[in-house]
């Protein structure tokens, strides 16, 4: 089982910056992959940003040039730098980790969700 928590949400102006952290802690074999998600009020749940344990990463089209997606030396905390937010950057952020088990099978872990809320 793995525990994801984050922290770093809150209200910023536009144009203004946040930084998301999240931290992983249990047992697992292996995290593979950390990775940023939001939902906006009446929308589906989206991709923004992931990082595998390579540093490769994937960003969301809307949020590319803006946001950037980084891992603690310890490969347990994500974090995502957030500049020149927009109004429509509002929603809950989830932090995602795609591990594999002691059993070998794969597993998705979510955080508690942290609110951004981009407004003047």
């Known amino acids: 089982q793995v525990q994801l928590v984050e922290s770093g949400g809150g209200l910023v102006q536009p144009g203004g910056s946040l930084r998301l952290s999240c931290a992983a802690s249990g047992s697992i074999f292996r995290i593979n992959a950390m990775g940023w998600y939001r939902q906006a009020p009446g929308k589906e749940r989206e991709l923004v940003a992931v990082i595998t344990n390579g540093g490769s990463t994937n960003y969301a089209d809307s949020v590319k040039g803006r946001f950037s997606i980084s891992r603690g030396n310890a490969k347990n905390t994500v974090y995502l730098q957030m500049n020149s937010l927009k109004p429509e950057d509002t929603a809950v952020y989830y932090c995602?980790?795609?591990?594999?088990?002691?059993?070998?099978?794969?597993?998705?872990?979510w955080g508690q969700g942290t609110q951004v809320t981009v407004s003047s």
């Open positions: 995602n980790a795609a591990a594999t088990g002691w059993n070998l099978k794969g597993y998705d872990y």
